[in-house]
């Protein structure tokens, strides 16, 4: 999975935000494409007949794939941070100021 986001640190954020913007375009998602991936607009590329052929006949065949729905996603991520110290064996905790 992909997964995109912009750090409330960033340095220049509106930077952060057209390269966002540049991921999700035609041009971006076409990017994803010949990197074999299915960007999440294919669907709508394909439907307006904007990918090459040719890359169409590169891609991998994904019939039968399944994707995890949000409602997975999240309790997967609870899962993993109730128990990422018990597993990982790193005891990851803030740093509680001193006196």
């Known amino acids: 999975m992909y997964v995109q986001a912009i750090s409330a640190y960033a340095p220049h954020p509106n930077a952060a935000k057209l390269w966002m913007e540049h991921l999700y375009s035609d041009e971006g998602q076409i990017m994803w ?3 074999y991936c299915h ?8 439907a307006r007949g904007v990918v090459p052929e040719d890359l169409l006949a590169k891609l991998p065949d994904v019939t039968g794939a399944v994707f995890p729905s ?3 996603l999240n309790a997967a991520k609870d899962l993993i941070v109730t128990n990422w110290d018990a597993v990982v064996g790193a005891n990851v905790v803030t740093p509680t100021p001193g006196p």
């Not at 960007?39 to 394909?46: G, K, W």
């Open 33 to 35: 494409m010949k990197g």
């Open 39 to 46: 960007p999440i607009r294919e669907p709508d590329l394909r």
């Open 70 to 72: 949000l409602a997975q």
